[in-house]
C-alpha cells in the first residue's frame, strides 16, 4: 500500500505527515478539502533529509511474519511437539510422561509470541521516498 503524504511537523525521530488524496497538496493541513478522512495526521518514523513541506511516498510497516502472527504462533506450537518427540525418540529420558510435549510446544509458542512482540514496528507507515517539496 502506497499513501502520498506531505510533512506538517519534526520532532526528534517523529514526523507528522498530512495524508493526501491526490497529487496536490494545500497548505493548512486543519482545513484540507483533500484529505482522505477524519484521521488524516499521521506519525511515522523520520528519516534524515526531510523537511516541513515536502511532499513523501509513505509504505506499509508492517511485514510478513506480523501479518500471519497467528499462522506462525501455531507453526511454533506444533514444531515444539515435534521436536519433543523426536528428542524424546533418540535420547531416553526414562518414563514417558504426555504432557511434556504440550509444555514444550506452549513454551516455543510463548517465544515466539514474545519475539514478534517485541519486533513490532512502532508506527504503521514508513517514509519510502522524498518528493520535491517547498524550501
Given at each position: 500500500?502506497?499513501?502520498?503524504?506531505?510533512?506538517?511537523?519534526?520532532?526528534?525521530?517523529?514526523?507528522?505527515?498530512?495524508?493526501?488524496r491526490?497529487?496536490?497538496?494545500?497548505?493548512?493541513?486543519?482545513?484540507?478539502?483533500?484529505?482522505?478522512?477524519?484521521?488524516?495526521?499521521?506519525?511515522?518514523?523520520a528519516?534524515?533529509?526531510?523537511?516541513?513541506?515536502?511532499?513523501?511516498v509513505?509504505?506499509?510497516?508492517?511485514?510478513?511474519?506480523?501479518?500471519?502472527?497467528?499462522?506462525l504462533?501455531?507453526?511454533?506450537?506444533?514444531?515444539?511437539?515435534?521436536?519433543?518427540?523426536?528428542?524424546?525418540a533418540?535420547?531416553?529420558?526414562?518414563?514417558?510422561?504426555?504432557?511434556?510435549?504440550?509444555?514444550?510446544?506452549?513454551?516455543?509458542?510463548?517465544?515466539?509470541?514474545?519475539?514478534?512482540?517485541?519486533?513490532k514496528?512502532?508506527?504503521?507507515?514508513?517514509?519510502?521516498?522524498?518528493?520535491?517539496?517547498?524550501?
Amino acid at each position: 500500500m502506497q499513501i502520498r503524504g506531505k510533512v506538517v511537523s519534526i520532532s526528534g525521530n517523529v514526523a507528522e505527515v498530512c495524508i493526501i488524496r491526490e497529487n496536490a497538496a494545500c497548505g493548512s493541513c486543519s482545513a484540507c478539502p483533500k484529505k482522505m478522512g477524519v484521521r488524516d495526521i499521521i506519525k511515522v518514523a523520520a528519516i534524515k533529509g526531510i523537511q516541513i513541506g515536502q511532499v513523501v511516498v509513505l509504505r506499509d510497516n508492517i511485514n510478513w511474519f506480523l501479518k500471519n502472527r497467528i499462522m506462525l504462533v501455531l507453526v511454533a506450537f506444533v514444531l515444539g511437539i515435534i521436536l519433543t518427540e523426536t528428542a524424546t525418540a533418540i535420547i531416553s529420558f526414562g518414563t514417558y510422561r504426555g504432557g511434556i510435549d504440550l509444555l514444550v510446544g506452549g513454551i516455543l509458542t510463548l517465544i515466539v509470541i514474545v519475539v514478534s512482540w517485541v519486533k513490532k514496528p512502532r508506527y504503521l507507515f514508513r517514509i519510502e521516498q522524498i518528493e520535491g517539496g517547498e524550501t
